[in-house]
């Protein structure tokens, strides 16, 4: 695997290499991950002009790609901006990436590592602030329009209790186009253009969900850990589509971090290219 300080997208950060595949995190701003390319394709989403007005009239700026949130969407702690340098630790097979504390007092790190044949990325929130904080890490993953995302319900169980729940937003239509429901996954459509937010979510799920553009498969996998009070009604996994890109999300459990204490949470990501 090879390393190198890159410039990419106007951003600072670093190029990791194994086979085919490369990742590229920031550490100018962040902590994220902007790219994950096959051959020099990107398939994430790019965002430099997409900014989320938070309640003090601050921006928060999405700049696309993978990042880590921190659930409950709690505009005060979520929308924290994250656009100061953040400092690099080299691994074997990898990377650490972490941000100073933002306002709410949280700092957010990654580890990016090869794993067999793709990328495994870990994810810190750690309470560096002077009072508890009930949140849960929530890994977001922002993917280019044009493909279509498939989102597992979960193993189907037995006897006649309810054993799965497709959880819905406000703003989520049943009827809505890009929605096809097949044996027990749901598909989500991305098409570039398409009007207005839909997402959906698994309850718990499989602990995976993928994404596919063109010949090129993105998928990511969690550790599903049974239990724990998550937000958004347990579900686990969710999708979420709007015209600018498609969002793989996965959630961990909610803890209550007391100052300096920290929860984890960590995604296996593979990128392959497939026949459509």
Known sequence: MSLEEVTFEGHGGVRLEWGSSAVVVTTSVGPRVLGLLDDGSNVMAVL???????????????????RLWAAPEEPAVTYAPDDR???VTELGGGIRVEAPPDGAGLVKALEVRRHGDGWLVGHELRNEGDRPLHVAPWAITQLRPG????????????????????????YTDLDDPRLAFAAGEVEVGAAPGSSGP??????????????????????????FEAGGDRPDRGAAVQVFAREQFCELETLGPLHD?????????????TLRREAP
Do not use: I, M, N
């Open 85 to 87: 340098p953040c400092a």
């Open 48 to 66: 430099p002009d997409a900014v989320l007005e938070r309640p003090d009239g601050a921006p928060y700026r999405f700049y696309g790609g993978h």
């Open 198 to 223: 839909v997402k959906v979510g698994a309850a718990p799920g499989e602990g995976r969900v993928s994404y596919r553009l063109g010949d090129l498969v993105f998928e990511k996998r969690v550790e």
């Open 147 to 170: 493909g279509r995302a498939t989102l597992p319900l979960g193993p189907r169980g037995a006897g006649p209790q309810a054993d799965r729940a497709l959880v819905l937003w406000p």
């Open 257 to 269: 971090l007391a100052p300096g204490a920290s929860a984890t949470h960590r995604e296996a990501w």
